[in-house]
T-cell receptor, first 112, second 108 residues
């Protein structure tokens, strides 16, 4: 069964450093998403991406965040200058023509 | 006002019990509705989509009431493996809004 994959599973970085979180969506899916989940809190929408551009973003997705689909398979989330409060699980999700999304296993980001 | 509201629980039920979770949403223009389950420190996994006519998948039944902006999930004959957090998810445009989740523990 096809699945969304994410790397790394855990990333530790120092405050102010840049990180890139990587995702490989399901191959025939067209819509891609990033979410974050701070420990003990709900899943929060960050950004949706379709047809090589951002289709919607939340107020969390400020100028320190960017997304890219550099090739036909990868979908990346870059955080330019990490802050302590960026520590969270980051989930990538994708969907096809249907509305149901399928999530990757997540990257746990720890900012020290 | 929160986009999606759920009773956080926890619900502790014995094996074999029937348990129901509720969810309300604020945007009347919301288009699609889902229940996901999330195990501790894992990703959300799709449990089922929710349709206006109601739908059933084995022991799970989901209902949507658009007039009341209310979604429910019924689990019959609870199993130990049903222990998880159940997330109500509502789609509006290109955004998907998650509830805080309802925690279920099924006790032997």
């Amino acid at each position: 069964e096809p699945e969304v994959t994410q790397t790394p599973s855990h990333q530790v970085t120092q405050m102010g450093q840049e990180v890139i979180l990587r995702c490989v969506p399901i191959s025939n899916h067209l819509y891609f998403y990033w979410y974050r989940q701070i420990l003990g809190q709900k899943v929060e929408f960050l950004v949706s991406f379709y047809n090589n551009e951002i289709s919607e973003k939340s107020e969390i997705f400020d100028d320190q965040f960017s997304v890219e689909r550099p090739d036909g398979s990868n979908f990346t989330l870059k955080i330019r200058s990490t802050k302590l409060e960026d520590s969270a699980m980051y989930f990538c999700a994708s969907r096809g023509q249907g509305k149901a999304q399928y999530f990757g296993p997540g990257t746990r980001l720890t900012v020290t | 006002r929160k986009e999606v509201e759920q009773d956080p629980g926890p619900f502790n039920v014995p094996e074999g019990a029937t348990v129901a979770f509720n969810c309300t949403y604020s945007n009347s223009a919301s288009q699609s509705f889902f229940w996901y389950r999330q195990d501790c420190r894992k990703e959300p996994k799709l449990l089922m989509s929710v349709y206006s006519s109601g739908n059933e998948d084995g022991r799970f039944t989901a209902q949507l009431n658009r007039a009341s902006q209310y979604i429910s999930l019924l689990i019959r004959d609870s199993k130990l493996s049903d222990s998880a957090t159940y997330l109500c998810v509502v789609n509006s445009g290109n955004q998907f809004y998650f509830g805080t989740g309802t925690s279920l523990t099924v006790i032997p």
